[in-house]
C-alpha cells in the first residue's frame, strides 16, 4: 500500500512528483523518494525515511546536475524490509541506468533473487521490487528498449504489481499493472502515472486507467500495449474536482477538519438519495436485481459500515444476512438469491479485490459502496454507489464511515421497497428520521468538545479499554474500540455488553476505562452495574444525563427515529473526538498512526 508518481513534463519535474507524493502520502509513510534524469543523462535519486517534507527540503538543496522534466517518485509503506534508506524507493540496476518504482508484493522474488545473484547481480536492499530493476537490467543488455524489456519481465512474475521504470540513456518511462491500480493522466502540463486521481488531480482534467495487463509507455502519445498487441485505448474518466484534497482552513490537522465534515456529509448525501427511498427510485436507477438475502464484504471500518447496512436490511426487510471480511472471504459460499454490496473506502483494497474474485465466481450480484466512483472495486462491480464524502486524508476513517452508513441505510431503504419488503409509508418516515441525522451529528460535534477535553486527562494512563453496546448499538462501540487503539496505540476491545459475564469481565479491575453505548436498551442497565461494581469507570455515550449526552435528536427528546433499527449514528462523533484528543495527550500523530496507511493494496 504505497504510493507511486511519474511525469514527462516540459518545466521540472521535481515539484510536480514531490507535491504528488504529498498528496499520496496517506498510503504509506514509512519512508518516500525521487528518481529524476539530469541534464547531463544521469539520475538522481533523493530518498528520505522521513516525511514529504523532509523529502522537498533534499529536493531544493540539491547541488548536482540541474534535474529535468522525467521522474518518478514513491512513497512506501514497509513490506519486505525493514524502514531504511536502502530499502526506500526508487531502487536501481546494477548500472544505474533503471530506476524502479512498484506497488505490490512480488510473491516469488526469492527465486528471482536468487537467480539473478547467481548471474552476478548484486542487491543494494531487501525489498522485493529490486528484482524488477535487474531483470530489466538483463532484458536491456540483449538490445531491448525499455517497453519491450518490461513486456518480457512481467512474464516471470508472480504476485502483484503497478510498476514504473525510467531507462536514463533514452528517457523513456514505462508503467503496467496486474492487481494494482495505476492510471495515466495526460495535459498541458504533461503526461502522469499515479496510483491515485488525487496525486495528479491538480494537473490533469481525465485519466485512463490500466487493465490488468496493460504496458503503457509514457510519452506525448502513450504507447498502449496488451497481450503483445496496441488495443483499442480504454475510456477517458473525469478528474472531477471532487477528487482534489484541500488544506486544513483553520484546522490543527486534517482529521479534526474532517470530523467536523460529516453534518455538512451526511446533508450532501441525504439531499442526493432521501427522495429516491420511498419510491424505490434510488434502487431502480442503480439497476439493482431481484434478491433474497444479503451478503456485505469489508475491512476495518468499511465493515462495521457494511455491517450497519447490513442488520438494516435484516431489521427492516426480514433478510437473512451475513458479514464477511475481505481477507477471509475465500472461503465463503454464496447462494443463488445473494445481493453481495461490497464496502471499500478506496475502492482499490487488496483484500477486497481478492474478495470480488471470489464472489464473481458464483455470478453473484454485486454492488459496490466506495468513496472512489473511478476505483478498481467500482469498474468491476455490476452498480456503484457514491459516498460523497470527499478526499480523507487521515489514515484512520472518519467522515467516510458516516458516509457509508447513511449511503448504505439509502440504498438498503429504497430496495427493501423496490422489492415490496417495507411499505412506502413506513419508508417515507424513516427517511424523514435520516434527514435529522446531519443536526444530530452537528449536536453530538458541540457536546463532545464541550465534554471529552476534561475527561482525558483521567484516561492517559489507561493500558487498556473496553467498548460496550447492545443491538445495533454493538457494532458502532466496534467501530470506537478500533478508532481507539489505531491512534492511541493503546489496547481497546468492544463486546456485546451481554458477553460481559461470559469472560471480559475478568479484565475489569479499579479505573478501567469502559466506554458504553447506551442507544437505551434496558438490558444496559445490568451490564453497566455490573462493570460499577468491579471499580471499572464507566464513561456512558447517551442522552440526557450520560457521561457524554450526545445522542438523540436533542438533550430533551433524546429517542432518535432509526436509533432502533440502523443504530445510533452519531455515537461515532464522541468516539472519535475521544480517540483524537487521547492520541494527542500521547503525543500521537492523529493523521498518519504508525504502521498504518490508507489505502492497504497489498494481500
Known amino acids: 500500500m504505497c504510493g507511486i508518481i511519474a511525469c514527462r513534463t516540459a518545466s521540472p519535474a521535481a515539484p510536480f512528483l514531490v507535491r504528488g507524493l504529498r498528496l499520496l502520502e496517506y498510503r504509506g509513510y514509512d519512508s518516500i523518494g525521487v528518481a529524476v534524469l539530469t541534464s547531463g543523462g544521469s539520475t538522481a535519486v533523493i530518498r528520505s525515511v522521513n516525511r514529504v517534507d523532509d523529502l522537498a527540503n533534499m529536493v531544493d538543496g540539491w547541488s548536482g546536475q540541474p534535474l529535468g522534466g522525467i521522474g518518478i517518485g514513491h512513497t512506501r509503506w514497509a513490506t519486505h524490509g525493514a524502514v531504511t534508506m536502502a530499502n526506500a524507493h526508487p531502487h536501481l540496476d546494477c548500472t544505474g541506468r533503471v530506476a524502479v518504482v512498484h506497488n505490490g508484493i512480488i510473491e516469488n522474488a526469492d527465486e528471482l533473487r536468487h537467480e539473478l545473484s547467481a548471474g552476478g547481480h548484486e542487491f543494494a536492499s531487501a525489498v522485493d521490487s529490486e528484482v524488477i530493476s535487474h ?60 496510483s491515485d486521481v488525487s496525486a495528479i488531480g491538480d494537473w490533469v482534467d481525465q485519466f485512463q486507467a490500466l487493465d490488468d495487463g496493460d504496458i503503457v509507455e509514457l510519452a506525448a502519445e502513450p504507447v498502449w500495449i496488451r497481450s503483445g498487441a496496441a488495443p483499442q485505448p480504454p475510456r477517458l474518466w473525469s478528474a472531477d474536482r471532487s477528487t482534489r484534497q484541500g488544506g486544513l482552513d483553520g484546522h490543527p490537522d486534517y482529521m479534526h477538519a474532517e470530523i467536523d465534515e460529516q453534518p455538512e456529509v451526511a446533508a450532501r448525501i441525504l439531499d442526493e438519495l432521501a427522495n429516491g427511498i420511498p419510491t424505490g427510485s434510488l434502487w431502480r436507477n442503480l439497476d439493482g436485481p431481484a434478491f433474497e438475502r444479503i451478503a456485505v464484504i469489508g475491512c476495518g471500518t468499511s465493515l462495521n459500515a457494511a455491517a450497519v447496512v447490513a442488520q438494516a436490511f435484516g431489521r427492516l426487510g426480514g433478510l437473512s444476512h451475513r458479514s464477511l471480511v475481505a481477507s477471509e472471504a475465500v472461503s ?133 479499554f473496553l467498548f460496550l453496546g447492545r443491538g445495533p448499538g454493538v457494532t458502532f462501540a466496534e467501530e470506537g474500540a478500533l478508532k481507539l487503539k489505531e491512534l492511541t496505540y493503546r489496547w481497546a476491545e468492544a463486546y456485546p455488553a451481554g458477553e460481559l459475564k461470559h469472560g471480559p469481565l475478568a479484565l475489569v479491575e479499579s479505573g478501567t476505562p469502559v466506554i458504553v453505548v447506551d442507544n437505551d436498551d434496558r438490558r444496559l442497565r445490568g451490564n453497566v452495574a455490573e462493570v460499577e461494581a468491579r471499580g471499572g469507570r464507566v464513561i456512558r455515550i447517551g442522552s440526557s444525563g450520560s457521561t457524554i449526552p450526545a445522542l438523540g435528536r436533542s438533550i430533551d427528546l433524546p429517542l432518535a427515529g432509526g436509533m432502533d433499527q440502523w443504530g445510533p449514528l452519531e455515537s461515532v462523533i464522541p468516539m472519535q473526538v475521544l480517540a483524537r484528543e487521547l492520541a494527542l495527550a500521547l503525543g500521537r500523530d492523529v493523521d498518519k498512526p504508525r504502521n498504518l496507511a490508507k489505502s492497504v493494496t497489498v494481500d
Open 135 to 194: 531483470l530489466l537490467e538483463n532484458e536491456l543488455e540483449t538490445g531491448k528498449d525499455l517497453n519491450k524489456a518490461m513486456q518480457a519481465i512481467v512474464l516471470k512474475l508472480a504476485g502483484t504489481w503497478a510498476m514504473v521504470a525510467m531507462d536514463s540513456r533514452d528517457g523513456r518511462v514505462v508503467g503496467t499493472a496486474h492487481g494494482s491500480p495505476l492510471l495515466l493522466g495526460h495535459s498541458a502540463h504533461g503526461v502522469f502515472f499515479a
Open 332 to 464: 465463503a459460499v454464496i447462494e443463488p438469491g445473494t445481493l453481495v454490496l461490497v464496502f471499500s473506502q478506496s475502492g482499490e483494497t487488496a483484500d477486497i479485490m481478492r474478495a470480488v474474485d471470489h464472489v464473481q465466481t458464483f455470478g453473484a450480484s454485486m454492488l459496490a459502496v466506495t468513496n472512489n466512483p473511478h476505483s478498481s472495486l467500482a469498474r468491476r462491480s455490476d452498480s456503484v454507489v457514491t459516498c460523497q464524502a470527499g478526499p480523507e486524508i487521515g489514515v484512520a476513517a472518519t467522515k467516510t464511515f458516516t458516509a457509508q452508513v447513511i449511503t448504505g441505510v439509502c440504498v438498503a431503504l429504497s430496495a427493501l421497497v423496490a422489492q415490496g419488503r417495507l411499505d412506502r409509508s413506513r419508508a417515507r418516515e424513516l427517511a424523514d428520521d435520516l434527514r435529522h441525522l446531519p443536526d444530530m451529528l452537528a449536536q453530538a460535534l458541540v457536546v463532545s468538545k464541550d465534554v471529552i477535553p476534561s475527561l482525558v486527562g483521567d484516561l492517559v494512563s489507561a493500558s487498556g
